[in-house]
DNA sequence: TATATTATTTAGACTTGTCTAAATATAATG
DNA sequence: CATTATATTTAGACAAGTCTAAATAATATA
C-alpha cells in the first residue's frame, strides 16, 4: 500500500503537527527525518498525490483525514510490538524503539490483531504512551509534567516525554518506575527542582528538567 | 548490512542450489523471484562485488560461504517467526509464510535471540523445516517422502515438501499433522495410491502425488 | 554442418528516494 | 525602505532495482 519511506514521513508529520492542526514545515521534518529539506520537498509533492497529505507551497504540510489515519495506524503498531518486546522478550524499555521501527512497517491487519489480543489489549506501551484501538482511537488519560505539581501534590507515574534511552536508563538507576506513585515533599525555590516520596518511603531528588520530562496524572 | 532484496536473491540461491553446490541459472532464479531475467544478470553483478557469491558468465550463480551463512541466517529467522506466529499468535500453519517473508527482514540479533528463547529453542518450524541454530547449524533428521515406503512400512510424519497453503489445508482436511505416526496398510499396484493408518485407527487413501509430498522418518 | 530455437546478456529507459548547488521567497535588521 | 540572513524550492544528478527490446551465446534439429 504505502512504502515504508511514506509511512516514516506520515508518522513524522502526525507527531510534529501534535494536536493543533498546524502547518509542518519543510525543514522541520527534513530534521525529524534525517534528510535535507530538498528531499522533503521532493517527496511531500508524491504523497500529496496520494491525498495523505495537503501542501501549501512555502507554509507547510499538514494531514488529510486519511492520512491522519494511516499515522495512527502505524503509530498503533509500534507501541504494540514495543509491549510484546518488553512484555514478552524481556526487553528493556530503552531498548525497543529501533527493533519497533522496523517491526512497525509489517504489513498484515491479521498479524496486528493477533497480536494485539495476544498482548492482553494493552492501553499503553512500555513509555505509558497510549495505544489507538484498530479504528485508530486514543483513550487517552489526562496526563502532566511532575514539574507542575507544588510541594504536597500527588500523582501516578504514568508516561515519559523524552524517550531518549539515556533518560530512561537514568529512570531506572534512580529506580523509578511506571506506575508508581510520588508525591512531592518540596520544591527547592532556586532551581525549582523537587524533593519527591515515592511509595517505598523513599525520597529522591530530581531536577526540574527530569520532572519536566515526566507525565503524572 | 545487506538490502532486503539482496537478501531475497540469496535465499532464492540457496533454496535453487540445494545441497548440491551446482550453479543457478538466470532464469530459474529470475523464476523464482517472480523478475525477468535481464534484471537477474543486473543484480547478480552487484552481489558479486560483496563477495557473496560467485557467477560464471552464461553459466550461473553460486554462493560463497559468506553468503551461504547470510542465507542461512535468513532462513533461520523466517522459520523462528513462523513458529512465534503458529504457537504463540495461533496462526494456522498455512497462514504464516506471507507474513514471515516480511519478519525476516527485521535486523536486530538481540531479537531473534530473545525470539528463539522465547519459543524454547524450536528445532523445526511449523512445517517441519530444521531450524539452523545462531552459528547456522542444521541438526537436520534424516527424512524420505511416504511413497518410498512399501506396505508394512512405518514412519512418522515429520514435514511436508509442497509448502502451497492448498496442499496444508488438504492435510488439515484429511486429518493428517505433524508428529502422527503412518502405517502403510496397502500400496495400489494401479497408480501407486496408498491406504494409511494413522494411530487413532484412522484408516486414509492418500494418491501418489500427495504421498510424494509428506516426509516421514 | 547449417539452421532454428532457447538461454543469457547488453543497451537504454523508468521509478523511488536521495543528494548538492543554485535560485527564489520570506523574515529580520539597520 | 534597503540590505542581510534564513527558509524553501528548483535543477540536475545519482544509486538501487526493475523493465523491454535487441544482441549474442548455447543448444537442438534437420
Ligand atoms: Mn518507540
Ligand atoms: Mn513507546
Ligand atoms: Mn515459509
Ligand atoms: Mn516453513
Redesign the interface.
Same mark, same amino acid.
Given at each position: 500500500m504505502h512504502s515504508i519511506t511514506e509511512e516514516n514521513y506520515l508518522k513524522a508529520i502526525y507527531t510534529l503537527q501534535g494536536n493543533g492542526d498546524g502547518l509542518v514545515s519543510t525543514s522541520d521534518l527534513a530534521k525529524a527525518l534525517g534528510v535535507q529539506p530538498a528531499s522533503v520537498t521532493d517527496m511531500v509533492k508524491k504523497i500529496v498525490k496520494k491525498k495523505l497529505i495537503t501542501y501549501l507551497k512555502m507554509k507547510g504540510v499538514r494531514l488529510t483525514e486519511k492520512g491522519k489515519l494511516a499515522a495512527i495506524a502505524i503509530i498503533r503498531k509500534h507501541r504494540l510490538w514495543e509491549c510484546f #518486546?518488553v512484555n514478552? #522478550?524481556? =526487553?528493556k524499555w530503552d %531498548?525497543v524503539h %529501533? !527493533?519497533a521501527e &522496523? +517491526?512497525e512497517h !509489517? &504489513?498484515?491487519e &491479521? +498479524?496486528i490483531a493477533? #497480536?494485539d489480543e =495476544?498482548l492482553g489489549f494493552p492501553v499503553a506501551d512500555p513509555h505509558g504512551d497510549p495505544i489507538p484501538d484498530a479504528n485508530g482511537v486514543f483513550s487517552e488519560p489526562p496526563s502532566f509534567p511532575l514539574a507542575t505539581l507544588s510541594a504536597g501534590g500527588k500523582g501516578k507515574f504514568v508516561g515519559v516525554i523524552d524517550h531518549s534511552p539515556a533518560f530512561l536508563t537514568y529512570l531506572d538507576k534512580i529506580g523509578l518506575a511506571l506506575g508508581d506513585l510520588i508525591k512531592v515533599k518540596m520544591v527547592e525555590e532556586f532551581d525549582k527542582s523537587l524533593t519527591i516520596l515515592l511509595k517505598n518511603e523513599k525520597s529522591i531528588m530530581v531536577s526540574f528538567k527530569v520532572a519536566n520530562n515526566l507525565l503524572v496524572s
Amino acid at each position: 500500500m504505502h512504502s515504508i519511506t511514506e509511512e516514516n514521513y506520515l508518522k513524522a508529520i502526525y507527531t510534529l503537527q501534535g494536536n493543533g492542526d498546524g502547518l509542518v514545515s519543510t525543514s522541520d521534518l527534513a530534521k525529524a527525518l534525517g534528510v535535507q529539506p530538498a528531499s522533503v520537498t521532493d517527496m511531500v509533492k508524491k504523497i500529496v498525490k496520494k491525498k495523505l497529505i495537503t501542501y501549501l507551497k512555502m507554509k507547510g504540510v499538514r494531514l488529510t483525514e486519511k492520512g491522519k489515519l494511516a499515522a495512527i495506524a502505524i503509530i498503533r503498531k509500534h507501541r504494540l510490538w514495543e509491549c510484546f #518486546l518488553v512484555n514478552k #522478550l524481556g =526487553f528493556k524499555w530503552d %531498548e525497543v524503539h %529501533e !527493533v519497533a521501527e &522496523q +517491526l512497525e512497517h !509489517v &504489513q498484515s491487519e &491479521q +498479524l496486528i490483531a493477533r #497480536l494485539d489480543e =495476544f498482548l492482553g489489549f494493552p492501553v499503553a506501551d512500555p513509555h505509558g504512551d497510549p495505544i489507538p484501538d484498530a479504528n485508530g482511537v486514543f483513550s487517552e488519560p489526562p496526563s502532566f509534567p511532575l514539574a507542575t505539581l507544588s510541594a504536597g501534590g500527588k500523582g501516578k507515574f504514568v508516561g515519559v516525554i523524552d524517550h531518549s534511552p539515556a533518560f530512561l536508563t537514568y529512570l531506572d538507576k534512580i529506580g523509578l518506575a511506571l506506575g508508581d506513585l510520588i508525591k512531592v515533599k518540596m520544591v527547592e525555590e532556586f532551581d525549582k527542582s523537587l524533593t519527591i516520596l515515592l511509595k517505598n518511603e523513599k525520597s529522591i531528588m530530581v531536577s526540574f528538567k527530569v520532572a519536566n520530562n515526566l507525565l503524572v496524572s
